[in-house]
DNA sequence: AAATATGTCAACCGCACGTGT
DNA sequence: AACACGTGCGGTTGACATATT
């Protein structure tokens, strides 16, 4: 059943909204609060469908609402829940009193998410575009035109363009995501394997919840200068690599390896595949990929269970009971930055020489 | 100064879900 | 069970502002 659009109706009015239609609903709305919207326009005497006016009273005229800036300790909290949970807006804006869901997802479009991918991360996946290619390159084609490789070759070209000394003072709130906190944030991302945020929204609420509580203990390993513990996930189901190997793979021991080194003296070649890491047939790589889904659901019906029925409402539920929700906002989380050159800078510093081996990897055409 | 490109953000659209009948 | 309705959400659009050529 499609239902036409509502303003459609009776020749609604759409569009911006005047200082005098504003008025009307923050009269209607200081009289009779919220809800049924419906009833809202007729009301108050405005043409405008309900839905058009909740969406105004929400976004835009509910008093609690910030209109200033976002702050520096916001767009980290806003970029921490991103690679958590993804483009889960309204999720992440119910951490930021006083911003909607429109208003951070706004800011992710048009602020943060090019400012990561100057870093040299992909916005998407908060992974370096580094470490991607070198996955990419390891699986050697079999993603199909149009996934993910795609769009990030657009946010490659910026990134390669960008310098990083041109960057200003505020910029230094993306520090942060330093190179204890990233390696969390990589292996959280390899934990949810093929996870897509855009079309497998109902997937796997738990592991994001799993995916939170990474996030935030990361911080406070980064705080408390302490080690983190091994992330055991995936990759225990996955065939060890030789022992001989070094180097990384897009399993999440890929994701530790490169760790193991200090950021100062790892090389992007660090993040490329040694061929004896790689599957011997197409075959062997669905049984990994099998593994390891069955491996991560065993470990979320030991998590919580009881999630299956309700996972929306469960998160949410299981948020607040285990304090991940206080842990996340508290300033705890607000002082990762480490001394020194982060990770990301160091992939920064390499990122030139990387695309002078592969200069094709800048060719739009070779992913479409 | 004019034209064009780029950035910003309010608003819209379509879909999913919950609830009541 | 089927349907209508209200609401919430995330993706996208388009008007406007600002920067660049």
């Given amino acids: 059943m499609v239902r036409p659009p509502c303003c459609d109706k009776l020749n609604l009015k759409r569009g911006l909204w005047t200082e005098e239609e504003d008025a009307k609903i923050l009269a209607y709305v200081s009289k009779h609060g919220t809800g049924n919207w419906t009833a809202v326009p007729k009301k108050a005497g405005l043409k405008r469908c309900g839905k058009s006016c909740r969406l105004r009273w929400t976004n835009y005229l509910r008093p609690d609402l ?5 702050t520096p300790q916001e767009e980290e909290m806003i970029v921490r829940l991103h690679a958590a ?8 804006a119910q951490q930021l009193p006083g911003r909607t869901d429109n208003d951070v997802k706004n800011y992710w479009n048009t602020k943060l998410r090019k400012r990561l991918s100057e870093m040299g991360i992909d916005p998407v996946t908060h992974r370096p575009f580094s470490q991607i290619l070198a ?3 390891n699986i050697g084609g079999l993603r199909k035109p149009g996934t993910r490789i795609g769009s990030l070759n657009k946010d490659l070209k ?7 000394e041109l960057y200003p003072a505020p910029f230094q709130a993306f520090q942060n995501i330093n190179s204890q906190l990233m390696p969390a944030i990589m292996a959280t991302q390899d934990t949810l394997l093929n996870y897509n945020h855009t079309d497998c929204r109902s997937l796997d609420l738990l592991a994001e919840l799993q995916a939170i509580k990474l996030v935030t203990e990361a911080s406070i390993w980064t705080k408390n200068k302490t080690i983190p513990p091994p992330i055991i996930f995936v990759e225990d189901s996955l065939p060890s690599p030789s022992p001989s190997s070094s180097s990384s793979s897009s399993s999440p021991t890929c994701s530790t390896a490169a760790q193991e080194k200090s950021p100062l003296d790892f090389s992007w070649h660090d993040f490329l595949l040694d061929e004896e890491f790689l599957p011997a047939d197409p075959q062997e790589e669905e049984i990994m990929a099998e593994n390891s889904s069955k491996e991560l659901k065993s470990q979320k019906q030991n998590v919580i269970p009881q999630c ?3 996972n929306e409402a469960a998160i949410q ?4 009971a285990t304090g991940i929700e206080r842990a996340v906002l508290s300033n705890d989380c607000q002082t990762s930055s480490l001394s020194g050159i982060s990770f990301v800078e160091a992939m920064l510093d390499q990122e030139p020489e990387m695309f002078l081996d592969f200069p094709n990897l ?3 055409s070779l992913y479409y």
């Fill in 66 to 70: 910030k209109h200033d800036n976002f």
């Fill in 85 to 92: 949970i993804g483009s889960r807006w309204s999720i992440i």
């Fill in 135 to 137: 996955d990419y390159g």
């Fill in 158 to 164: 910026s990134a390669v363009m960008f310098k990083s």
């Fill in 308 to 310: 299956e029925t309700n």
């Fill in 317 to 320: 539920e299981s948020v607040k």
């Fill in 362 to 364: 800048l060719e739009e």
